[in-house]
């Protein structure tokens, strides 16, 4: 009988907001996998490491660090490969991922290449999103409000086009682009209404406005959420 591969959401940094799920399925997977840089550790392994039982076999999935690779169709390609032999040989096979699995989640292109030949679920996880919100203590979005995501690698056009649209507005990804997308809010008449998050959750977690960060700082998990303070919540 093959394996099962499992796509275990295991949240945006703090090891206890994995799910009881994802928690079970983790402990029982005779083989781990996992996102990971060519060279050092896995963000989404570090995550879970006080948690896992041992005696697993780890399948690091490394990806190159140039921005114009990614996504590197032929490090899937690999994976989808290597994973695959596990589970033909009967072995269920957890792959973890920060966040949810399904919101932006490197395991989709897993999922795209394994889920008509093999038995795939995807267990969802707490969201970068949610997360930022919830240090802001800010809400997404009430009542009939509209939720904008807005990718920040987005060009100008599209990502104004988008920042001009809703009340409540997340821009995801921002790394590098933080100063051309802090440029635009300002430009917007939005600065003031926007807040920056970087490692929600996690011990590195920074929460501040846009005047107050550093732009050749600003890591790949970071966040600006932009919410309209005449909206009424309660």
Request: hydrophobic letters at 45%; glycine letters at 8%; charged letters at 20%.
């Amino acid at each position: 009988m093959s394996g099962t591969l499992y796509g275990l959401g295991v949240g945006p940094g703090d090891p206890e907001l994995i799910t009881v799920k994802a928690l079970r399925l983790l402990r029982s997977a005779p083989v781990l996998a996992y996102p990971a840089p060519e060279t050092g550790d896995s963000l989404a392994r570090s995550i879970v490491a006080d948690l896992l039982p041992g005696g697993q076999e780890e399948v690091p999935i490394r990806f190159p660090l140039k921005v114009e690779r990614f996504p590197a169709q032929e490090v899937y390609d690999r994976a989808a490969i290597i994973l695959g032999r596990h589970l033909d040989a009967g072995r269920d096979v957890a792959v973890l991922c920060e966040g949810d699995p399904f919101f932006y989640g490197s395991f989709i292109f897993l999922f795209a290449r394994m889920a008509e030949a093999h038995t795939v679920e995807v267990v969802p996880g707490v969201s970068s999103l949610t997360a930022c919100a919830a240090m802001l203590e800010a809400p997404l979005a009430t009542r009939n409000e509209v939720l904008t995501v807005v990718p920040g690698p987005l060009g100008d056009p599209e990502l104004k086009t988008h920042l001009s649209s809703g009340s409540s507005i997340a821009i995801i990804k921002v790394g590098r682009h933080f100063r051309r997308i802090r440029d635009l809010l300002q430009d917007l008449g939005l600065g003031e209404r926007a807040r920056y998050v970087e490692h929600a959750t996690m011990a590195s977690q920074k929460i501040l406005p846009l005047d107050r960060v550093d732009p050749d700082g600003v890591p790949y998990f970071s966040m600006i959420l932009v919410r309209d303070p005449m909206v009424r919540w309660a």
